[in-house]
């Protein structure tokens, strides 16, 4: 595990749709036309232009992200990524949410994003289990910056101390 990657991750408890960072990334449904959780807040915050843009947009398949400008956010950007739904681990789950991540970080070094902010996806309405989602999330995060140097840093920010305790705690002999 390479340590300049992991300097380069920082976890923070707090509302995503308030940070000041280059990207946010969307938990999103595939109709890009926003739902519950973080979708929601996020499409609540940046306004009703977001859904606007990403009716231009069409779908987004799972597994794979796309784009769009922040609107009223202070973040510049939204990646909308649409994470797989939880379903026991056999239908290929591990893979889908490691290639959103994979994808996210690609838009946002083509972008030229210096930070870059994630929600824990699918750990809520799609029920992805946190500590599994944690370990492929970190993996994946160290993976890409290792051979990346955009962004420089990447936020995963949790709602809950209890959501960022779960993750700590599934990650903490990778530190
Ligand atoms: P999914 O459908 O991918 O499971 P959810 O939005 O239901 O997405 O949940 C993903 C995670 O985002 C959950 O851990 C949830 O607690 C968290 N979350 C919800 N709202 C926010 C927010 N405003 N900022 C950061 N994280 C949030």
Redesign the pocket.
Known sequence: MSMAGNERIKIIT????ALDADAIVN?A?SSLQG?????G??HRAAGPELKAYCKTIGTCPTGEARITPGFKLRARHVIHTV?PVWHGGEKNETALLASCYRESLQLAASAGCRTVAF??????????P?DKAARIAWATITDFLRTHPQPETVYL????EN?RSIFERAVKDEF
Do not use: Q
């Open positions: 707090g509302d995503i749709t938990a449904n739902g519950g959780g973080v979708d807040a996020i994470g929600p824990a996806i699918s750990t809520g309405a799609f029920r992805f946190a920010v949790f709602f809950e959501a």
